[in-house]
């Protein structure tokens, strides 16, 4: 089932994206990017992780994606699949945790 959910997965990191890109206006000088999506093993619930631009404004663009509910029923008429997984949207960290470890390696090299 891996192999199945792995390609529902980027369907929906797909589909998703391009109607996030048409249909939600972030504010200036925004950008939101999706870099992963975990679907449940029932289908019922995806996971979006959301990598925001700048890291500040964070906190009001996963605000704008979670209360536009525009954006979930445009998902359901695109997917043809039963159960229609509903989505939950996240912040992704990953680049801000990575730029934490570098920062402190470049001290850890700074003191020796």
């Known amino acids: 089932m891996g192999n199945r959910l792995d390609k529902i997965n980027e369907l929906i ?3 998703l994206g391009e109607l996030i890109v048409r249909n939600i ?3 200036e000088g925004c950008l939101a990017t999706i870099t992963d999506v975990f679907v449940s093993k029932d289908l019922r619930h995806a996971k979006v992780l959301i990598s925001a631009f700048p890291a ?10 979670s209360r536009d509910k525009h954006i979930q ?7 043809v699949m039963r159960p229609l997984p509903k989505i939950h949207y996240a912040l992704d ?3 801000n945790e990575a730029a934490k470890i ?3 390696l470049d001290r850890i090299g700074d003191s020796r």
């Open 13 to 15: 990191k797909k589909e």
């Open 25 to 27: 206006d972030f504010p």
């Open 56 to 65: 500040d404004q964070s906190e009001k663009i996963l605000n704008t994606l």
């Open 73 to 79: 029923g445009e998902l359901h008429r695109k997917l």
């Open 93 to 95: 960290d990953t680049e």
């Open 102 to 104: 570098e920062e402190l």
